[in-house]
């Protein structure tokens, strides 16, 4: 009888903080101790030894539930949803980042831009022995860039490693006294100004993208918030990948505790939350260079987005629906992106060419958004906006119902936008008057049944 009180004394002593926490319960405080046999045979009842085997298959449960979540977070996120340079497994593959860089650089008209990685996220290249190592570039090379070896220790003092180490934008002029980027190979004797942004989101740095220019000149600010917005994107997009390969392995492991689960559960929740956020300010700062681009006095795509999804509504389109099509109206004047903003600063006097570049500027759109997964289902209803209802438009002259129902709503909205906003040219029409000549045109380039719930919006 002694000997049982000492041991009720023995079990107090030891989980008498876990009894005031855990509403009586100790089970938690045995596991965390981890005190094994001992406490089983000499401390534990027959009764309690019951109830430890049950919470024991509780864990085992939990495990698996905790699994099951991780799986689904993982089938969430895929490489639909977010950029498609996060596969790359060889060199090859890397040459989509000239391509984004090329594009960069067109979006703000400046002479270079080069796209840094660290070594953790250069998958495929085995050579890389560079903190930060160049993996894409819009100058032309016509040799193996990946053979140049060209990057930077992180413990070095220029712009680049700056920017990366204090996870903030830095400018660089030919005053300052260090080097801009190493090796002539990247013509850094004809910088003038550069700009380092980092690549990174709140928990991660994978890279800089470096912006260069061989003349002293400034950014229109919706253009550069929109380089900015896509380094974040680069940057969460990535980890996120990097996470979901992690948790892949960890799912496949034995022996996984419950904690690392959670931690993991906690890490991809975060990231995926924070990869919609991005991908969200990215669509809409992209919408507003556009605009900037093309000279717009008014917020020209996000009022054809707006009107877009008014016409939706009025037709009785579901959500998914809609919200597609709002986007692709944030977006039908995409490709206007990377055309030189001198073609919309001459009061409308353009050559033929100019003029061919500018109606060709949605097929530059199409193969920006497709080297942007997410926004792959907008891409049908953008490349096909220039289409007319009697089959005499671009690119295929499908006609009539074969035109995809999207494409027929943000054409009509963004006509009737693009004739009631004021542009350097003209001044805007009246309502009244637009709407007249998009009735005159019905039939020839636009859906009678589109038409007629834009003009219900229009007069409500």
Not at 79 to 85: A, E, P, R, S
Not at 159 to 181: I, L, M, Q, R
Not at 376 to 397: A, L, M, T
């Amino acid at each position: 009888m002694e000997e049982k009180k000492q041991q009720e004394e023995m079990g107090a002593s030891l989980f008498g903080r876990s009894i005031d926490l855990m509403d009586g319960d100790p089970l938690e405080e045995i596991f965390a101790l981890n005190l094994g046999d001992f406490v089983s045979e000499c401390l534990i009842s027959n009764d309690l030894a019951e109830k430890i085997a049950k919470k024991e298959n509780s864990k085992e449960k939990q495990i698996e539930n905790l699994k099951k979540q991780l799986q689904e977070l993982v089938s969430i996120y895929s490489l639909k949803n977010t950029l498609c340079v996060l596969s790359f497994n060889s060199k090859e593959d890397y040459f989509i980042y000239n391509s984004i860089a090329k594009t960069v650089s067109q979006m703000l008209d400046v002479d270079a831009c080069h796209v840094y990685l660290t070594k953790d996220y250069s998958k495929g290249l085995t050579s890389v022995n560079k903190d930060l190592f160049l993996v894409g570039s819009s100058l032309g090379f016509t040799r193996d860039i990946y053979k140049e070896n060209i990057g930077f220790s992180l413990k070095a003092k220029n712009p680049v490693c700056d920017a990366f180490n204090e996870k903030e934008v830095v400018k660089f002029s030919v005053d300052e006294t260090h080097k801009s980027v190493p090796g002539t190979i990247l013509n850094e004797n004809k910088v003038k100004e550069l700009y380092a942004i980092p690549m990174s989101n709140n928990m991660y740095e994978v890279g800089v993208i470096v912006i260069e220019s061989y003349t002293n000149r400034t950014f229109k600010p919706e253009l550069f918030n929109l380089v900015v917005s896509m380094a974040r994107l680069f940057a969460t997009s990535m980890s996120l990948q990097t996470t979901v390969d992690e948790t892949n392995r960890l799912l496949q492991e034995d022996a996984v505790s419950e904690m690392e689960l959670k931690h993991m559960r906690t890490e991809l929740t975060a990231l995926i939350g924070d990869l919609e956020d991005e991908q969200q300010n990215f669509v809409q700062l992209l919408a507003k260079a556009v605009d900037a681009k093309g000279e717009y006095k008014v917020a020209h795509s996000q009022l054809t987005a707006d009107l877009s999804r008014k016409i939706c509504k009025k037709l009785k389109l579901n959500e998914k629906t809609s919200d597609l099509i709002y986007y692709a109206g944030l977006l039908q004047n995409v490709g206007k992106i990377t055309l030189p903003e001198k073609l919309f600063n001459n009061g409308g006097k353009l050559s033929k060419e100019d003029w061919e570049k500018i109606q060709n500027h949605p097929n530059v759109g199409v193969n920006l958004l497709m080297n942007i997964n997410f926004l792959s289902e907008v891409v049908p209803y953008i490349h096909y906006h220039k289409e007319r209802w009697d089959g005499k438009g671009e690119p295929e002259g499908l006609k009539g119902m074969s035109i995809p129902f999207g494409s027929r709503i943000i054409a009509i909205a963004d006509a009737y936008t693009a004739l009631t906003s004021e542009r350097p040219f003209r001044e805007a029409m009246k309502k009244e008057q637009a709407l007249n000549i998009l009735r005159e045109e019905t039939e020839s380039k636009w859906d009678p049944i589109v038409f007629k719930a834009l003009e219900e919006v229009i007069s409500e």
